[in-house]
Nanobody, 120 residues
Framework: QVQLVESGGGSVQAGGSLRLSCAAY????????MGWFRQAPGKDREGVAT???????NYTGSVKGRFTISQDNAKNTLYLQMNSLKPEDTGMYYC??????????????WGQGTQVTVSS
């Protein structure tokens, strides 16, 4: 029904930038509150940047001022611009979305992830 495909990950040095993309395929009209999540080795998955149901953006504290989430509805694509990257930003980055506008509970759709590695 819905497929989310991330791209744009890679290896960069600290201070560098990357832009992640998440292309949505299928019943894209059913996607709500899309966002980016990451999981570092040995750590729990955490929310990085998300959209609320009213379009408000939310960022975890460690990325505020450095990361920007955006979306292009015409292209059914979600982006994450990551600047001033730090080694602690290393991890697998996933995009995800809800299937309902209430945007509560477990997320409905997940991509396969794209790896980001930041070296010092």
């Amino acid at each position: 029904q819905v497929q989310l495909v991330e791209s744009g990950g890679g290896s960069v040095q600290a201070g560098g930038s990357l832009r992640l993309s998440c292309a949505a395929y299928g019943y894209t009209y059913s996607l709500y509150c899309m966002g980016w999540f990451r999981q570092a080795p040995g750590k729990d998955r955490e929310g990085v940047a998300t959209f609320d149901s009213d379009g408000t953006t939310n960022y975890t504290g460690s990325v505020k001022g450095r990361f920007t989430i955006s979306q292009d509805n015409a292209k059914n694509t979600l982006y994450l611009q990551m600047n001033s990257l730090k080694p602690e930003d290393t991890g697998m980055y996933y995009c995800a979305a809800y299937s309902g506008s209430w945007c509560m509970g477990p997320l409905s759709y997940w991509g396969q992830g794209t790896q980001v590695t930041v070296s010092s």
